[in-house]
């Protein structure tokens, strides 16, 4: 092979249609239109499979495939010679073929018709480029590979979750020039992913959830496979889209409705990777953009290798985090507040927490708050660690996957966003300690 695959990726992103060329066992040549080719490796690619039609038959008769692909960068062409493998119909490929595939309908005004019946996988057993005028790529916006390692030096230098997390949302705005995006963890016990952090949006939907399987980041932690589209399609818009379609399977009320996920009312560019470690998915970062084809296949290989740094360091960070070396110091009471009692009221059926009526965390995050509360108030306590809250028995942590720190980093979050003079400051490794300035009247629900 005189090319490699990994060096025409861009003829792959389905801007100009490739043709794909077969030929019955008479000899009869037939030529086609293709919709999508996806880049496995640099030996192997997977074709859209939608219809039924001559080229299918031909190549199930085993005829030999030639492609013909163009690039729209410098208007090169190339011809690869392919053998057919086998056909996916689930699966990661094929989540990822069908959501590239939505997007290239919707640009083609074809929604509605291209769906993807399965990703036929291919081995290419050569690549030539047809003689022919070219002009010169134009230069990147930004060098990824320079932008990741810049970014590993700095998450490197973290010594906190909370100050990983926080750096690597900067990392991903300032050295790769990214302005729209989320990170989300992983609920293993609820099958949700809730916000952690996000950038670029008029309201930071932090604490706001989606679940596994609904829209490109559910799906992208459904399969653990990176899910990018180029183009703006509904089927895998967020906001109210998917909210009508969690509604219609009956799972609005399972779900956080009061916090609205943040995004991009008009999204053109979609892209979601899994943070995994070890077959186990922490979260999901997801990064979207108005402009078309805003992230290319560059693009997505840098943000999959960010995302296992971010992993290793996340899990290198929660042990280090649930084991305190400091001695706890003496604990003084603390002192007497004055002022309007605040409200806490806790619903025990889904450890929704309510301050002054104004909705503020639910779940694992509510029933920590709850106990921290009860504690505060009986006994006048501000200091905790993360130890004693994994074995408190009120907290019913869901085992040993259960991101306490992220959880308490949620926590920490959210009340710095409601401002109602409640608090929670890290004291040392696996300790924290809670403020609260003014008379609390708990009730249970």
């Not at 829209?215 to 109210?240: D, H, K, L, M, Q």
């Not at 998915?281 to 078309?292: I, P």
Request: charged share 20%; aromatic share 6%; hydrophobic share 40%.
């Amino acid at each position: 092979m005189s090319l490699r695959l990994e060096t025409i990726r861009e003829c792959l992103e389905g801007i100009i249609p490739g043709h794909i060329a077969t030929c019955d066992r008479a000899g009869m040549p037939n030529l086609a239109y293709l919709s999508q080719v996806e880049f496995i490796d640099n030996e192997h690619v997977a074709l859209s499979y939608q219809f039924f039609n001559r080229t299918r038959q031909n190549i199930l008769a085993d005829s030999p495939v030639r492609l013909l692909l163009t690039s729209h960068l410098t208007g090169a062409q190339y011809r690869l010679t392919l053998h057919y493998l086998r056909t996916e119909a689930a699966g990661p490929l094929f989540e990822q073929m069908r959501a590239k595939l939505a997007g290239i309908a919707s640009h083609t005004g074809m929604a509605g018709i291209f769906q993807l019946l399965g990703a036929d996988i291919y081995r290419v057993l050569n690549i030539e480029q047809v003689p022919g005028e070219t002009v010169a790529p134009p230069p990147p916006p930004v060098n990824c590979l320079n932008a990741l390692r810049r970014t590993v030096d700095r998450l490197a230098t973290c010594n906190t979750l909370e100050c990983l997390l926080e750096k690597a949302v900067d990392c991903l705005e300032k050295e790769f020039g990214i302005a729209h995006l989320m990170l989300l963890m992983h609920d293993e016990a609820r099958g949700r992913l809730y916000t952690l952090a996000s950038r670029g949006y008029p309201e930071s939907g932090i604490g706001s959830e989606i679940p596994v399987g609904a829209g490109v980041i559910g799906i992208c932690a459904r399969e653990r496979t990176p899910i990018r589209i180029g183009f703006t399609n509904s089927e895998y818009a967020y906001g109210r889209t998917v909210r009508d379609g969690i509604a219609a399977d009956g799972q609005a009320d399972a779900l956080e409705t009061a916090i609205p996920l943040p995004g991009l009312p008009d999204a053109a560019s979609q892209m979601a990777v899994p943070i995994s470690v070890a077959g186990r998915l922490l979260g999901v970062l997801y990064v979207e953009s108005v402009s078309d084809l805003h992230f290319g296949y560059d693009e997505e290989d840098a943000l999959v290798a960010f995302a296992a740094q971010l992993g290793l360091a996340i899990v290198h960070h929660q042990p280090a985090d649930d084991q305190p070396d400091e001695p706890a110091g003496s604990e003084e009471a603390a002192p007497a507040v004055a002022g309007t009692p605040l409200t806490i009221r806790h619903f025990a059926a889904t450890d929704s927490v309510f301050i002054d009526d104004d909705y503020l965390i639910k779940g694992v995050a509510g029933a920590i708050l709850w106990v921290l509360l009860s504690d505060f108030a009986e006994r006048r306590r501000t200091s905790f660690t993360n130890k004693g809250l994994r074995v408190d028995p009120r907290i019913r942590l869901p085992g040993v996957s259960d991101n306490l720190e992220a959880r308490l980093v949620l926590l920490q979050r959210r009340l710095e966003e409601r401002d109602a003079g409640i608090r929670l400051t890290k004291t040392g490794r696996g300790r924290f300690s809670l403020a609260v300035d003014r008379p609390l009247q708990l009730l249970e629900s």
